[in-house]
């Protein structure tokens, strides 16, 4: 699966059929809080678009499917996509520093395509498409825009949801769910899926966990620990990004292709000789290299973390993401087959308390009691068991994002069948375009170094 700003989507041009999404019965009041990241989310979009700034709050996935798409086989398979998963049909709608959640019985919810009509080039087909994602994802509601681009030998699908009720989890189900529904709706075979948990009891857990948590819980020591480090907060980025006022400016996204299939197995094969995985190798990279530049041994970043605990959450589709603190020191003579072992006990801690929320954390032990608005983070993603993880490069996957803020870096280390990339969101700035490359290629040339049996010739 790629991932790329939309801006740089290269769409075919086609005819383009939307589908809209129809309730006969209006939304009702539900009592279920919103979650930490959902309110800080909803919250932050709120304040943009108040204050006329660039914002786009959502993540868009794009397909193909052969030949000239089956409209009535595509809509059967989004109603009862939408009708399953609770995100299509529950919703927050923020006021100041609060939320309201919505609800409409799925059973009222339909599903109708509305032409829209021919785009004869790209560049007005990908504006179009653009505009509709923003006009759509920014309104109460379900925040959900779906499509196709029809033409007669192959034919793209796209949609897009407020990152709110979504995750990097969750698109690669509804890439799955929404394929094996389009075919069994054009063969007429009886499709038999599990009715799928909802996010709310995910809401309701985390809001239980948040009132349990006390400032001397014994949960929060690896909190305690990161927070004590220097001057607390949050740790700077190893080279110089613009922004010494951590101001959230206009960002830009990279993408490095790290490494091949073969060269991701080799490397994990080096990381389990040395007591870790690929992702203990991949944050052991990021701290070498770190110490090259400032002379830092002690390697601190947030880190995502799944919450979905447990296998029937796997269907949830939702934002069930934590972030936790990862920290670990160098050893004294320091080199990557060490710097594994300590990330890995690092890893494994900060993964320990992946259902200590964030916020609450922040709220509880730091000095300012208030997190940053994007918090910067390097997250590991091993997504070659995702449900239709193969057929995403004949199928063309694709994950978009829209212009957005930074104000420091965020990494994602993606793992899939045929490779490994690394994609980098950064503030715009040209010292943040000098520096960080330089960074990621020393990180680049540990991994690929070690994964070609070199490492330590250095």
């Given at each position: 699966?790629?991932?790329?700003?939309?801006?740089?989507?290269?769409?075919?041009?086609?005819?383009?059929?939307?589908?809209?999404?129809?309730?006969?019965?209006?939304?009702?009041?539900?009592?279920?809080?919103?979650?930490?990241?959902?309110?800080?989310?909803?919250?932050l979009?709120?304040?943009?678009?108040?204050?006329?700034?660039?914002?786009?709050?959502?993540?868009?996935?794009?397909?193909?499917?052969?030949?000239?798409?089956?409209?009535?086989?595509l809509t059967?398979?989004?109603q009862?996509?939408?009708?399953?998963?609770?995100?299509?049909?529950?919703?927050?709608?923020?006021?100041?520093?609060?939320?309201?959640?919505?609800?409409i019985?799925?059973?009222?919810?339909?599903?109708?395509?509305?032409?829209?009509?021919?785009?004869?080039?790209?560049?007005?087909?990908?504006?179009?498409?653009?505009?509709?994602?923003d006009?759509?994802?920014?309104?109460?509601?379900?925040?959900?825009?779906?499509?196709?681009?029809?033409?007669?030998?192959?034919?793209?699908?796209?949609?897009a949801?407020?990152h709110?009720?979504?995750?990097?989890?969750?698109?690669?189900?509804?890439?799955?769910?929404?394929?094996?529904?389009?075919q069994?709706?054009?063969?007429?075979?009886?499709?038999?899926?599990?009715?799928?948990?909802?996010?709310?009891?995910?809401?309701?857990?985390?809001?239980?966990?948040?009132a349990?948590?006390?400032?001397?819980?014994?949960?929060?020591?690896?909190?305690?620990?990161?927070?004590?480090?220097?001057?607390?907060?949050?740790?700077?980025?190893?080279?110089?990004?613009?922004?010494?006022?951590?101001?959230?400016?206009?960002?830009?996204?990279?993408?490095?292709?790290?490494?091949?299939?073969?060269?991701?197995?080799?490397?994990?094969?080096?990381?389990?000789?040395?007591?870790?995985?690929?992702?203990?190798?991949?944050?052991?990279?990021?701290?070498?290299?770190?110490?090259?530049?400032?002379?830092?041994?002690?390697?601190?970043?947030?880190?995502?973390?799944?919450t979905?605990?447990?296998?029937?959450?796997?269907?949830?589709?939702?934002?069930?993401?934590?972030?936790?603190?990862?920290?670990?020191?160098?050893?004294?003579?320091?080199?990557?087959?060490?710097?594994?072992?300590?990330?890995?006990?690092?890893?494994?801690?900060?993964?320990?308390?992946?259902?200590?929320?964030?916020?609450?954390?922040?709220?509880?032990?730091?000095?300012?009691?208030?997190?940053?608005?994007i918090?910067?983070?390097?997250?590991?993603?091993?997504?070659?068991?995702?449900?239709?993880?193969?057929?995403?490069?004949?199928?063309?996957?694709?994950?978009?994002?829209?212009?957005?803020?930074?104000?420091?870096?965020?990494?994602?280390?993606?793992w899939?069948?045929d490779?490994?990339?690394?994609?980098?969101?950064?503030?715009?700035?040209?010292?943040?375009?000098?520096?960080?490359?330089k960074?990621?290629?020393?990180?680049?040339?540990?991994?690929?170094?070690?994964?070609?049996?070199?490492?330590?010739?250095?």
């Amino acid at each position: 699966m790629r991932m790329t700003q939309i801006a740089d989507w290269r769409p075919e041009p086609g005819h383009v059929t939307e589908f809209e999404l129809i309730a006969d019965r209006a939304p009702e009041p539900h009592d279920v809080p919103a979650s930490h990241f959902q309110r800080a989310h909803l919250q932050l979009a709120a304040a943009h678009r108040a204050a006329g700034r660039q914002q786009s709050p959502w993540v868009a996935m794009t397909f193909d499917l052969p030949g000239r798409a089956d409209l009535d086989a595509l809509t059967e398979a989004w109603q009862g996509l939408v009708r399953r998963h609770e995100a299509f049909h529950t919703w927050y709608e923020p006021h100041g520093d609060t939320s309201t959640g919505f609800c409409i019985p799925p059973g009222s919810l339909t599903v109708h395509p509305a032409p829209v009509g021919d785009f004869p080039d790209t560049a007005g087909l990908r504006a179009r498409l653009h505009r509709r994602i923003d006009e759509k994802t920014s309104v109460n509601g379900p925040g959900l825009l779906a499509g196709v681009i029809r033409r007669e030998t192959t034919s793209t699908v796209y949609f897009a949801i407020d990152h709110a009720y979504t995750d990097g989890h969750s698109l690669a189900l509804l890439f799955h769910e929404l394929r094996i529904r389009y075919q069994a709706a054009r063969s007429g075979t009886p499709l038999d899926l599990p009715p799928a948990p909802g996010y709310l009891d995910h809401n309701r857990r985390e809001q239980q966990r948040s009132a349990s948590l006390t400032k001397g819980a014994p949960e929060l020591a690896a909190w305690s620990e990161f927070l004590a480090v220097k001057d607390g907060g949050f740790p700077a980025f190893p080279v110089d990004l613009g922004n010494d006022a951590g101001d959230l400016l206009p960002g830009t996204r990279l993408e490095y292709p790290v490494f091949t299939g073969e060269q991701a197995r080799a490397f994990r094969a080096y990381c389990a000789r040395h007591g870790g995985g690929l992702a203990a190798g991949f944050f052991a990279a990021l701290a070498l290299a770190q110490a090259e530049f400032t002379g830092n041994d002690t390697y601190r970043v947030l880190t995502a973390v799944s919450t979905r605990a447990y296998p029937r959450l796997l269907r949830v589709h939702g934002w069930l993401v934590n972030l936790a603190p990862l920290l670990f020191r160098l050893p004294a003579a320091p080199g990557l087959a060490g710097a594994i072992s300590a990330a890995q006990q690092g890893f494994q801690r900060a993964r320990e308390g992946y259902d200590v929320p964030l916020h609450r954390a922040l709220d509880l032990l730091a000095e300012d009691g208030d997190a940053p608005a994007i918090p910067p983070m390097a997250s590991y993603v091993d997504g070659r068991s995702a449900p239709g993880a193969r057929d995403y490069l004949d199928a063309n996957a694709t994950v978009l994002t829209g212009p957005d803020n930074a104000s420091g870096v965020s990494l994602w280390l993606n793992w899939f069948p045929d490779r490994a990339d690394l994609v980098v969101s950064m503030p715009d700035t040209p010292q943040a375009a000098a520096g960080v490359p330089k960074y990621l290629d020393r990180v680049r040339e540990i991994v690929l170094t070690a994964a070609t049996g070199s490492y330590g010739a250095r």
